[in-house]
């Protein structure tokens, strides 16, 4: 028979074996086709507005072009451990909040906040972690580290280490800095 009709009536089946909802009718083609068309009306509204690809920026050209990073999109960042996954997040995250003000949560299950910091700071003025770790830095640097802070002093970053590892929690968090304006999320 017709996979949608099918479809439609194990919904119904289930729907009424549950009892917990009323039965609903599937999403026409119709439907989703005139949600797609207002999501892109306001994505070339929100272009007009800012002046720009609401894309992420990680800082780096060839990067932006490879990983391209919207609202609304989710990207995976797969690699083995040290291979700099939260790195470039971190990146993408602090170049967004420098280079055009938008909030970046950053919501760590293993990793502490100042470790997260520092892993941005590193990669944001080019100063390698192992350097800042064994102190290995030069006044130079130094002062390049103080003034990246002064400047993201005021950034719109969270980065919350104390989030419950379970995905509930995770989405609560989410929702709620959306909620206060935060863009991007990793």
């Not at 009323?22 to 086709?33: I, K």
């Not at 007009?48 to 800082?59: D, L, T």
């Not at 932006?64 to 609304?72: E, F, L, N, Q």
Request: hydrophobic share 40%; net charge negative.
């Amino acid at each position: 028979g017709d996979p949608f009709e099918i479809a439609s009536e194990a919904v119904e089946g289930l729907l009424r074996i549950s009892g917990e909802a009323p039965a609903q009718t599937l999403p026409t083609f119709r439907d989703v086709g005139g949600r797609f068309l207002r999501w892109m009306v306001r994505n070339s509204e929100e272009y007009e507005r800012v002046g720009r690809s609401p894309q992420m920026s990680f800082g780096w050209e060839k990067i932006d072009k490879a990983i391209p990073v919207y609202p609304g999109k989710s990207t995976i960042l797969a690699g083995g451990s040290g291979s700099g996954k939260s790195g470039l997040a971190l990146q993408g995250l602090i170049t967004s909040a420098i280079e055009h003000g938008e909030g970046g949560l950053f919501i760590s299950l293993e990793m502490g906040a100042e470790l997260a910091y520092m892993r941005a700071i590193s990669r944001r003025i080019d100063i390698s972690e192992s350097k800042i770790l064994r102190g290995d830095v030069e006044k130079f640097d130094t002062n390049r580290i103080e003034v990246l802070i002064q400047e993201a002093g005021g950034l719109p970053l969270v980065i919350d280490d104390q989030c419950p590892a379970d995905v509930v929690s995770v989405e609560r968090r989410i929702r709620a800095a959306a909620k206060e304006g935060i863009k991007w999320v990793v």
